[in-house]
């Protein structure tokens, strides 16, 4: 299923909480990614389709600075981006090279760039946040990427934070991290998803009125039947 506007504007309301438990019902339990979290406090929802890129460890005759000129660089990685992707980037969790720094971010955020997501570390970092670009990462480190990894390619499938990521597939980062839902299951997600907010945010209010949780989460047929109510559904 294409992501489409109003696919990405439904999901902008839907938790990586809320996404991580449909997809458990689904027999999905390897879709949050280890390590990626917020580089700036208080970013928004991000929705997007991923654009991967991978490493492999550093190797000194690949990995030099001279090979950021190459055509097989992250360089050439950014300029075949499209507006709207997020760049998920498999650094094998490496966190003493910074794979990305202010000016391949500047670049990406001028490229429209919905976001980068990594299991890495990036550098340059008052920079990077000066961009305004939304980065999910493991940290900061100031070593360039050759002082630990060499970049191989982009567009193929990769393992980021523990996670098999294919391009295409969609990525979902908020303060809880970052999550992939396979393009098969996008649909149910967009169905299940605004639901599940709605009905979670009806027991969040029963709660807060000192109803007791055994029989609310998950509900029994009586507090079914009043949610029902409570949504014209009854």
Do not use: H
Request: charged share 20%.
């Amino acid at each position: 299923m294409t992501l489409t506007a109003q696919a990405i504007e439904i999901l902008s309301a839907v938790s990586t909480a809320t996404i991580t438990t449909i997809l458990l019902k689904k027999g999905l339990r390897n879709v949050w990614l280890r390590g990626p979290k917020p580089l700036r406090p208080g970013q928004p929802r991000i929705v997007g389709p991923a654009f991967t890129l991978r490493f492999v460890p550093a190797r000194e005759d690949l990995a030099t600075p001279e090979s950021w000129a190459s055509p097989r660089s992250t360089r050439g990685a950014i300029e075949d981006m499209p507006e709207g992707c997020i760049a998920v980037v498999d650094a094998m969790g490496t966190r003493d090279a910074g794979i990305f720094g202010d000016i391949l971010c500047a670049r990406m955020q001028q490229r429209k760039v919905a976001a980068l997501v990594t299991d890495g570390v990036v550098r340059d970092v008052a920079g990077v946040l000066g961009t305004g670009l939304p980065v999910w990462c493991d940290g900061v480190a100031a070593p360039p990427s050759v002082a630990g990894l060499t970049f191989v390619n982009w567009q193929e499938p990769i393992g980021c934070g523990g996670v098999a990521v294919f391009p295409n597939d969609i990525i979902v980062a908020d303060a809880d991290g970052a999550v992939l839902i396979p393009q098969a299951l996008l649909d149910e997600v967009l169905t299940a998803g605004p639901e599940q907010e709605r009905f979670e945010a009806w027991v969040v209010n029963e709660v807060e009125r000192g109803a007791k949780l055994t029989g609310l989460y998950p509900p029994d047929a009586g507090n079914k039947a009043r949610y029902a109510a409570f949504t014209g559904k009854g």
